[in-house]
């Protein structure tokens, strides 16, 4: 019988999720809270042949398995143990949910620990690259979460994801994807404060690049924020605000150890959110500090 999938939150990333879970074999049901036949996203999703639907028990109840790709750990605890959650549905008949939100362990933690209760398993599954690559199903997945359960749904994440890494329990994708942003957002700030430190020297952002390319100062964080800096080009891929997020998680998780590094970063991103660059793309953090530079 074809498993039957339900996704919530197919956006940006989501939805090519939902069209790469369709192609792959499965009968998808995408939620929608608003379903606008104009909106781009509803159009993709109708393309690929995923049904749609503004009514969330249906998902609840139609669904083997549940997708979620959801901004932060307060929405995911809302949506899972809140009174109109997963939990609280009469007819639900999820076996399994797989979580691809960036989200505090901890949290992640308690909500698999409530499912279990209930007899559903889950695995976070948060991910890299972006909405391109979701739609290719080329996506890098880091996983935490029973390993049984792990090796179950591999097919499923291996029809989303070009890369796929089995980090250890519940908990440990969510873990090793918040440092990695933590790392990605450093770079891409000390990118930011590097390329404006050079412009008051005369030199060319390109001879810069160039040079740094070879070297090891290279990162795929200086090369991201760089491409942005020399082609003016600050097109919205992932939110500051949702980069500000994670290092608040990454402080929560690791504030007890000393880290000038991570408070730094997470300094430059609060001050970039406070100053109106929350919706605006996370290399907006060298507009943020060359703005601070110049006043």
Known sequence: MMKQIGIIGAGAMGKGIAANCQKAGYQVTAFKREIDESDEKIVYLREHGVSITSNLPEVYSSSDILITCLSDSPTMESLILGEQGLLSSSSNRVKVLI??????????????????????????????????????????????????????????????????????????????????????????????????????????LEAFRDFISVSGGNSTGFQAVMRSIIEDDFTLSFALKLAHKDLRYNKLIFGDSPNDLLDVTLRYFREAEEAGYGDEDTNAIYQSLKAQIES
């Open 99 to 204: 979580d691809f939100t960036t989200a505090l362990p901890e949290s992640t933690q308690k909500i698999a620990a409530r499912l279990q209760e209930n007899g559903i398993s889950m695995l976070d599954a948060p991910m890299t690259r972006g909405p391109k690559q979701a739609e290719e199903g080329t996506i890098n997945l880091v996983v935490g979460g029973p390993l049984d359960v792990f090796e179950t749904y591999r097919p499923l994440l291996e029809a989303v994801s070009a890369h796929i890494v089995y980090a250890g329990p519940q908990g440990a994708g969510n873990t090793v994807k918040l440092m990695n942003n933590f790392m990605s957002m450093m770079t891409r700030a000390a990118g930011s404060i590097t390329a404006l430190l050079i412009q008051r020297k005369g030199i060319s």
